[in-house]
């Protein structure tokens, strides 16, 4: 169902995008065929390619396939952002028209209508081209660290200074490869953690496709380990398959459990849970805040990693001191962020929930059009601060 209704919409948004910009250009005839058939690619490969993929079909071809369809798909979401809000400014606009007036204002020029549309869609169109550049630039390159102070009530002396580095929403898959993921690596191991975490979407794709693009992963270093839990896409793409993998490349993946890190004379849990829905794939695989406690409640700090925000419900009422956490990607691309806000608690950055510190990672790759606007991806580098 929802397939069909994301169908339906590109559908309608392709439609609306030609006849509010290509059908009242000067375009000739085959240039408006051209446009129109860009329109209809643009809206339409993103669900081709998730039918293909749903249906296992995977080849190189196919991925340089969906990356012009997903940059088209990019640049064509932010023309409909610009082009509804200059159809709302010109709405406004002749909207004084209707409303009464003092003096009497002359007629309408038609003529003068027709330029101020045509130049609004010029305008519109180099807008996008580039608001379109500077989005994609965000996203393909390797992102910066940055620093997260963690303020605790009552953290035990031995951890204050702890540090976790924090990698989500990685996303390995058709357009994020081997030498993003290096870069992604080396800066990791270089930000000086006690521990890595990777809070899910680590890959998009099966393990057939993606084995030697994810090798770069065993290479990730920390004094007290390299730690993961599974997110959203891993069940897409098939969890059975990937979690040995993942295991086999050094990540120890916390599915609802947990580990003890000793620091001097403290004690810190880092527990892991399944993500937040993963029980639509089998009622083995539900996430368990409490499950992942057990045997840890006498520690000094209980820190949890989860991939959704939503989970933090469970972790708060099973006694976890923190979480961390990503999948928002922070709303990727502006003015998403509000839509992205309707369906989780919370958006980007460092929260308090109840008795708990929450931080949400904007993610350190992408999903869908490579592009991020006003949602810059990060290395997070979590940093617990006796408050």
Sequence with gaps: MLYTVFIGLSAFFALYTGLRLIRPSRLGFWARTVAWCCLCYA??????????????????TIDVIAFGGAVAFGVASLLLVLLLSRDSLLLL???RRVLPRRRPRPLHDASRRQFIQGASGTGVMALAGVFSGTAMYGAMRVPAVRDIQMPVHGLHPALDGYTVVQLSDLHVGAFLGVDWLEGVVERANAAGADLI???????????????????????????????????NHEYYSGISRWLPVLESLGLN?????????????????LGGVSDYAAHRFGRQYASDSRKAMLHGEDTDFKLLLAHQPASVFAAEKAGWNAMLCGHT???????????????????????????????????????GPPFRLGAPAEISRVILRRA
């Excluded at 680590?202 to 007290?224: F, N, W, Y």
């Excluded at 608690?345 to 904007?362: D, E, F, N, T």
């Design 253 to 269: 993946m916390l599915e609802n459990r947990s580990v003890r890190i000793r620091r001097g004379e403290a004690s810190l849990l």
């Design 197 to 231: 975490a990777v809070t899910g979407d680590i890959v998009d794709g099966s393990p057939r496709h993606l084995r030697e693009q994810v090798e770069p992963l065993r290479r990730l270093q920390a004094p007290d380990g390299v730690f993961g839990v599974s997110g």
């Design 43 to 60: 809206w339409g490969s993103i669900p081709a390619e998730g039918f293909l993929r749903h249906a296992g079909v995977e080849s190189r």
């Design 93 to 95: 606009w002749h909207a």
């Design 329 to 367: 990607h922070g709303g990727q691309v502006f003015p998403f962020m509000a839509v992205v806000s309707m369906v989780q608690p919370y958006l980007a950055g460092l929260y308090r929930h109840g008795a708990m510190q929450l931080y949400v990672s904007r993610g350190t790759g992408f999903w």
